[in-house]
C-alpha cells in the first residue's frame, strides 16, 4: 500500500504548478489531519512486530515526501525569479530621455524653501481662501470698520453674499490666522503661504503677489522666541551664517507690540549684498499677536500667546536670486523663466542645501 500512495503523491508534488498548490499537496499529506500523519496515528492498534516494521516504512515514506516537497519548493522559486527577471528585463542600450525643459518658477522654489525650513522647525502649513470676508480679512484682526489702516490696503472688493457679508481678495496672508485659531486649539505653530492682492502696480507692486505668513501660539511665548525663530529662518533662507537682524518698533493693529525687521547689507556701488556691512533692508512685519485678536478667535489671552509675522515671497526671492524688476515674474516669459527658473529635481531641504 504504502507503494501506491508513494507513487501518488510523488506524482502530486512534482505536477505542482506553483508553489500554493505545493502547499496544498503538503498539508494533504503530512498535515495534522495528512494521509500519512493518519497512517501513523493506526499504528497503535497493530501488534508490535507489525508495528515496528510498518513504522519504519511510514517514516520513510514521509522523510521521501517531505525532500521531493523540499526539491520542488526550490525548483518553483527558481523558475519564478527567471519569469520575473524575463519580465522586467531593462534594455540598457535604449538612448537616455532628453533632458527635461521646464522650469519650476522661483516662487514656487521660494515656497518649497520656506516650507523645509520652517518644517524643520516643527511648523506645519496652513491655508485659506482667496476670496475672504471682511471678518477675517480685517476685523477679527482688530481693524474695526472705520480704522484708517484700512485704506492702506487697496482692497478689491467684491459683491456682497446674499445674507449681506462683505466679501473681497484677500489683502494679506493673515485671515488664515483667524481661520487657524478659530479651528484648532493651542498649541499651534503654522506658516502659511498664499497669494494676496491689492490694487496697486509699478516698479515694486504687481495686483496678485505672495506673501507668507507665520504664527505661534502656545502657554509661555514672548518676544525671544519670536526672534530667535526670525533670526533662524533669514539666516537659513539667505544661507548667511552671521546675517544680522535689526528689530524696529512698528504698528500693525493685529500685533502688540509691533516690529519691522531689517537684515544687513552693503549697497556699495550700487551692488546689493547681504551681510554684516552696516545697511540695512527692510524685509518683513511682526509682533506680539493682540489680545483682541486671540478673543475674536475664542482663545483665552490670559492663558495664551504668542507671535506672528508676514513677508513678501517675491520680495525675499529676488533678493535671494538677484531678480532685479517684481513683473517680470508674472509675464510668463519663458525666456525669463530659463533664465531664473529652478531645475525640477532641485528639491529644497535644509540637509541637501536649500540653492543650487
Ligand atoms: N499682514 C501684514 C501685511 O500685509 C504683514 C504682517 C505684519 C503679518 C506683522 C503679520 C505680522 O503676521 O505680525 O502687510
Redesign the pocket.
Known amino acids: 500500500m504504502p507503494d501506491a500512495l508513494k507513487t501518488e503523491l510523488l506524482t502530486l508534488v512534482s505536477e505542482a504548478p506553483d508553489l500554493a498548490a505545493l502547499e496544498e499537496v503538503r498539508v494533504a499529506a503530512l498535515g495534522k489531519k495528512g494521509r500519512i500523519t493518519g497512517l501513523m496515528k493506526e499504528l497503535g492498534g497493530l501488534s508490535p512486530e507489525e508495528r515496528r516494521e510498518r513504522g519504519a516504512a511510514l517514516n520513510a515514506l514521509k522523510d521521501e515526501i517531505a525532500a521531493a516537497i523540499d526539491a520542488r519548493k526550490t525548483e518553483l522559486h527558481a523558475a519564478h525569479l527567471a519569469a520575473r527577471l524575463e519580465a522586467e528585463r531593462v534594455d540598457v542600450t535604449l538612448p537616455v530621455r532628453p533632458e527635461p525643459r521646464g522650469r519650476i518658477h522661483p516662487i514656487s522654489q521660494t515656497v518649497d524653501e520656506l516650507v523645509a525650513i520652517f518644517a524643520e522647525m516643527g511648523f506645519a502649513v496652513a491655508e485659506g481662501p482667496d476670496v475672504e470676508d471682511d471678518f477675517h480679512n480685517f476685523t477679527a484682526?482688530n481693524f474695526p470698520p472705520g480704522h484708517p489702516a484700512r485704506d492702506m490696503?487697496d482692497t478689491f472688493y467684491l459683491p456682497d453674499t446674499a445674507d449681506g457679508r462683505r466679501m473681497l481678495l484677500r489683502?494679506?496672508?493673515?485671515p488664515v490666522?483667524v481661520r487657524t485659531m478659530m479651528s484648532v486649539k493651542p498649541p499651534i505653530r503654522i506658516i502659511a503661504p498664499g497669494r494676496?492682492y491689492r490694487s496697486d502696480y509699478d516698479m515694486t507692486h504687481t495686483p496678485m503677489f505672495h506673501?507668507v505668513?507665520?504664527?505661534v501660539i502656545d502657554e509661555a511665548t514672548h518676544m525671544g522666541h519670536l526672534k530667535g525663530c526670525l533670526i533662524d529662518f533669514c539666516r537659513a533662507f539667505f544661507d548667511v551664517d552671521d546675517l544680522p537682524l535689526r528689530f524696529r518698533p512698528?504698528f500693525?493693529p493685529?500685533?502688540e507690540p509691533?516690529?519691522?525687521v531689517d537684515i544687513g547689507c552693503s549697497r556699495k556701488g550700487g551692488e546689493l549684498k547681504l551681510g554684516n556691512y552696516g545697511d540695512w533692508l527692510e524685509i518683513?512685519?511682526?509682533?506680539m499677536?493682540h489680545p483682541n485678536v486671540l478673543e475674536a478667535c475664542g482663545i483665552d489671552s490670559t492663558r495664551y500667546q504668542g507671535?506672528?509675522?508676514?513677508?513678501?515671497i517675491e520680495r525675499i526671492a529676488m533678493l535671494k536670486y538677484g531678480i532685479p524688476d517684481l513683473r517680470t515674474f508674472f509675464e510668463a516669459d519663458l525666456r525669463w523663466l530659463k533664465h531664473y527658473g529652478f531645475v525640477p529635481l532641485d528639491i529644497p531641504s535644509p540637509a541637501h542645501g536649500l540653492t543650487r
Open positions: 484682526l490696503h489683502t494679506h496672508t493673515s490666522q494676496t506673501q505668513e507665520g504664527l512698528s500693525f493685529f500685533t509691533s516690529a519691522e518683513l512685519g511682526c509682533g499677536v507671535f506672528a509675522f508676514g513677508m513678501g
